[in-house]
């Protein structure tokens, strides 16, 4: 090998994520909810006439491959772009581009914008006009839910699709292509434990750039056996996917994630920090603590003290921007947090109370002085507004045949002794 031949050195040093990126449709793995024979998206994408849309979903579900294999399908120009790195003035520059090849040549063009999330509104609102027009084909790519993150102009002018987590076979079926193809490794004597293949589909968490990252971590840094070949157990797995093997399955892990749900709800703070900790020690994604440590502030104690909801988002929020091991501590903090306070699932038996209501009641009406007056041709009158009385007025809210039905029962704990005695002075 010519040691000044550059493009061969650069080739090595191409992650093996990046190797095995499918190049057709044919080729793409997962999704198939999206790109199935006989799926709108596919047909756009096969027929060269994909409009406006959106792509979200988390990492490593193939979001940016298959922004690649329109590129490659489209008789159009394709930019791309990233929302972190550029600006009003990229986009303006694209929209100009964009109009000289239509006048000129008829060409369409498309703007693949990667993370659009981070875009503010000027720069979304920069590109309004040309998706309206037309102009350009705007295609932005994000890991948040853009329903929350994005604009409504924006959205209102694009299609959406979600993208899921890969399923366990799918994420097995890409490991395999990279053991047997010639772009992975198929030129390497592997020997690879069938348990090791179910730790690495496991720990990837249905993000397939992860898995093939632990493969490549594995092969390069597994010993040769003296024959030559590499073998691949459980441990490496484990090692190469950054984590310490403690000894945790898909069992013990669903295992592990219920007991410190559970030490929550019982307020034991000890066992609560024990168990976040080994299962972070254990590899598992702390976002999917942090997840939990939400559910069950709302859960578990609710209206007791609805700090704990803010203190748990506030954490992950904290988290998701900081990372490890940073994040660690306002997440341990949050989990204190909610295990100290008083507990109260009031709010989930007003759920169940409502539903209860809804289902065994027939439809009722609105009472006519509760009702939208913007939409009626008569007066109505009735209606007391509360304002008018010192903030609180005693009428009726709940339809006729449910309006002695009680919804929500506070309990004597925490915050809620408080609504209590509001309730009883009320009465």
Not at 173 to 194: M, P, Q, R, V, W
Request: with cysteine; glycine share 6%.
């Amino acid at each position: 090998m010519d040691l000044f031949d550059l493009s061969e050195n650069a080739s090595r040093n191409v992650p093996l994520a990046e190797k095995m990126r499918p190049k057709t449709l044919d080729e793409f793995i997962g999704q198939e909810h999206l790109l199935g024979k006989n799926n709108l998206l596919r047909k756009a994408i096969e027929e060269d006439k994909l409009g406006s849309c959106i792509f979200y979903g988390p990492p490593g579900v193939g979001k940016t491959t298959l922004a690649n294999i329109i590129a490659s399908n489209t008789k159009g120009d394709f930019i791309k772009l990233n929302a972190v790195s550029s600006g009003v003035g990229d986009a303006k520059k694209v929209i100009e581009n964009a109009l000289e090849q239509k006048k000129l040549f008829g060409k369409k063009t498309y703007l693949f914008l990667d993370e659009c999330h981070r875009w503010s509104k000027a720069q979304s609102d920069c590109v309004l006009g040309a998706i309206e027009k037309g102009d350009i084909i705007f295609i932005g790519s994000t890991t948040e839910n853009p329903y929350v993150s994005m604009t409504k102009a924006i959205l209102s002018r694009c299609r959406i699709f979600e993208f899921k987590k890969l399923n366990r076979e799918d994420i097995k079926k890409a490991i395999i292509n990279a053991l047997n193809s010639e772009k992975g490794f198929k030129d390497y004597n592997i020997k690879i434990d069938a348990d090791a293949v179910d730790k690495l589909v496991w720990m990837s968490d249905g993000d397939v750039r992860k898995a093939l990252n632990g493969l490549e971590n594995a092969v390069l840094t597994a010993p040769l056996s003296k024959d030559g070949s590499i073998n691949i157990n459980s441990d490496i797995i484990a090692e190469s996917m950054q984590a310490k093997n403690y000894a945790i399955d898909e069992s013990l892990y669903y295992d592990m994630l219920s007991a410190f749900c559970k030490s929550l709800r019982g307020s034991d703070s000890d066992a609560a920090v024990y168990w976040s900790r080994r299962m972070i020690k254990a590899g598992i994604e702390p976002l999917i603590i942090a997840r939990r440590l939400i559910a069950h502030s709302a859960e578990d104690v609710g209206m007791a003290d609805p700090n704990a909801l803010v203190m748990a988002v506030s954490a992950f929020t904290a988290l998701e921007k900081l990372g490890l091991p940073e994040g660690e501590i306002p997440l341990t903090t949050a989990i204190i947090y909610v295990c100290e306070a008083p507990k109260s699932n009031s709010t989930v038996v007003a759920i169940a109370n409502a539903d209860r209501a809804v289902d065994e009641c027939e439809n009722e009406s609105v009472p006519l002085y509760l009702c939208d007056q913007n939409y009626k041709s008569e007066k109505i009158s009735g209606y007391k507004y509360p304002h008018d009385f010192g903030g609180y007025v005693d009428q009726q809210y709940l339809p006729d045949g449910v309006k002695d039905r009680e919804i929500y029962i506070p309990l004597n704990n925490g915050f809620e002794k408080n609504i209590i005695k509001k309730k009883s002075k009320n009465k």
